[in-house]
């Protein structure tokens, strides 16, 4: 180089400057052609650790444009400074593409080289699931990576990816997919394609082989939940729940349309429920009435969020019969659900007149104020527990349908709707129990051979307003509550969805049966029947009620007076009495009994009412 530069001396030194002058305007028109790609498509705004076929699109049209540019300007030049030949720019535009696109993909080939949690199986219903699975596959965390697919559609994927995940087989040969895919956990995607009995079946091969199981929700139940809540544990509600009919509440709706509507006891589990079904149905104006102060808050900021619902509160208990005359007066409602009650049962063993006081006066309030408020529709919320009339508070609901079934005043229809246990809601055993099994146990049940009848809260509270269309005056209903469940069945379910085992890893304690529970409860009473209604779902008790109008309201109003003189044992004598159809008259009774003052009292109510 030194002897180039003694010899040609100042002509190779312009031809050097020159070539690199040649080069960086070669490099300027590059990137100039390059950053007008990148502009055209909006490259730089992209999330380069998610991108998808869409990303890389964008990233050939930027190359395509990048090179006519470049193409472009070369022709501009003379044939004889041209720093490109005429084709390299097009020519080059696969490689340049390729190029690009590895280091656009870098973040995402980090972001799929970190996933290295835990082995995910997912169970799908068909191919609409696929979608979901991607998504998953896209974002999946830290702790749970998909490794395969099992598909309930049989062999029609099989052997396929996506990807890179395989398709393995049918649900029909699970077991050995969870074997051979060496699945540390069971992913089941959320669908109405699955049969809950199938379902059910599936999950129990899971937990037998003892894998925690989640729950996914199809993409298009994603929003609004944010995206680190989409797998959940498996829950009772999964394992409890039944084959979803398509609730039909469009005839249901007809009726609540532009109607004033009361809801009692609205801050617990069912009444909460029945509000928010409510709220959906166009009513013209709903009305929370309830004790439980931050109950009945919560429940009025989540309904409030719809601005055209018109949602009022009443804070007030249903044992104040002037208070709630004054709000039915105020509202006058067309239609009312009384659901507020006590109901735990060993609670109210040991609280006759409290039971006294909210199930049965409570409820006689109720339905006294709705007569007077011209209420054209009243339904009773009762529970299983009143056809056996075994404890306190199943006697107490078992007057509350007598009340229902006796009453013969005025143009109001009446009628209850009975069911047994409700999963989730409060003081129910599932809470409970996923409690102790996050507390690393021990689980507790009060004996193993415990069985109960039980449905979801979201069920329970759509039959009961499908009951609008089939219901009839003075009935009672019964919701079909399908095969009763064993507690200790659930306990073990529930710890082996978490991967846990039952009795090793979670001790299970037998407490022993509390006051007023019964090993196993009944649908129907000793002397009752059923038929079919025009729901399937739904089902007319065939109740004998002996007890007229006269003789319910002076045995309730004999009951107050003994509650409120805390004359106990005496309290529960006529209360189960009279559950089982039976009424002492005040002639029975004996000389200088307390008989009077209830009868004026019946009296002197009875006119404040009409």
């Not at 498996?234 to 409890?240: F, R």
């Not at 002076?554 to 039976?582: F, N, P, S, Y």
């Amino acid at each position: 180089m030194v002897r180039a530069l003694l010899r040609y001396g100042t002509p190779l030194i312009a031809e050097v400057l020159v070539f690199w002058l040649i080069l960086l305007a070669v490099n300027a028109i590059v990137t100039f052609a390059m950053s007008a790609g990148e502009a055209t498509f909006h490259l730089y705004r992209r999330l380069w650790s998610v991108a998808s076929l869409n990303d890389a699109f964008a990233i050939g049209l930027a190359v395509v444009e990048a090179s006519l540019l470049v193409t472009i300007v070369n022709l501009v030049f003379p044939d004889s400074y041209r720093p490109l030949r005429v084709l390299a720019p097009v020519l080059a535009a696969p490689a340049i593409v390729i190029a690009v696109g590895l280091v656009r993909l870098i973040p995402r080939f980090r972001r799929m080289a970190r996933s290295t949690g835990n082995r995910l199986l997912v169970v799908i219903p068909d191919v609409s699931a696929y979608s979901t699975v991607k998504a998953l596959v896209q974002q999946s965390g830290p702790d749970w990576v998909p490794i395969a697919i099992v598909t309930a559609t049989g062999p029609v994927d099989v052997g396929q990816t996506l990807m890179g995940i395989p398709v393995m087989g049918s649900t029909a040969h699970l077991g050995r997919w969870i074997e051979h895919s060496q699945a540390q956990g069971i992913a089941f995607v959320q669908s109405n394609s699955f049969a809950r009995d199938h379902l059910r079946n599936l999950y129990h091969q899971c937990l037998a082989a003892r894998l925690p199981v989640f729950i996914l929700p199809s993409t298009n139940d994603w929003f609004p939940h944010p995206a680190d809540s989409r797998l959940r544990q498996l829950t009772a509600d999964d394992l409890v729940g039944r084959d979803e009919h398509q609730l039909d509440l469009e005839i249901a709706t007809g009726e609540i349309r532009n109607k004033t509507v009361l809801v009692t006891g609205a801050a617990g589990s069912i009444g909460s429920e029945l509000c928010r079904l409510l709220s959906a149905m166009e009513p013209r104006r709903l009305v929370l009435v309830d004790n439980n102060e931050s109950g009945l808050f919560d429940l009025l900021e989540e309904l409030r969020v719809a601005p055209e619902l018109d949602v009022r509160e009443a804070l007030v208990s249903i044992r104040e019969r002037e208070h709630l005359l004054t709000v039915f007066a105020d509202e006058r409602p067309d239609i009312v659900f009384h659901a507020a009650a006590y109901k735990h049962v060993p609670m109210l063993e040991s609280h006759p007149a409290q039971a006294v006081m909210t199930n049965v006066v409570g409820t006689m309030n109720v339905l006294r104020c709705a007569h007077a408020a011209g209420v054209q529709k009243f339904i009773l919320i009762s529970t299983d527990k009143a056809a056996s009339r075994h404890s306190i508070m199943g006697c107490t609901k078992r007057v509350c349908e007598q009340l229902v079934l006796a009453y013969r005043g005025g143009s109001m229809s009446c009628w209850a709707v009975r069911f047994g246990n409700v999963v989730g809601s409060r003081g129910s055993v599932v809470p409970l129990f996923e409690r102790q099994i996050e507390n690393g146990g021990p689980v507790t049940i009060t004996h193993r051979d415990m069985c109960r009848y039980m449905m979801t809260i979201r069920e329970a509270a759509s039959l009961v307003l499908s009951s609008l269309a089939v219901s009839e005056p003075g009935r009672l209903y019964m919701l079909d509550m399908g095969e009763p469940i064993r507690i200790l069945d659930l306990a073990n379910d529930l710890i082996r969805s978490r991967g846990l085992r039952p009795e090793v890893d979670i001790e299970i304690v037998v407490t022993g049966l509390r006051p007023g529970e019964r090993m196993t409860e009944d649908l129907l009473g000793p002397d009752e029947g059923w038929r079919p209604t025009g729901h399937e779902s739904i089902r007319e008790v065939i109740s004998p009620n002996n007890l007229g109008d006269d003789d319910l309201a002076w045995t309730i109003e004999r009951m107050e007076h003994l509650a409120r003189e805390r004359r106990t044992d005496e309290l529960v004598r006529v209360l189960k009495k009279v559950a089982t159809g039976q009424v002492e008259r005040p002639d029975e009774l004996e000389p200088g009994g307390d008989e009077a003052a209830p009868s004026d009292n019946v009296r002197s109510r009875e006119s404040e009412s009409a």
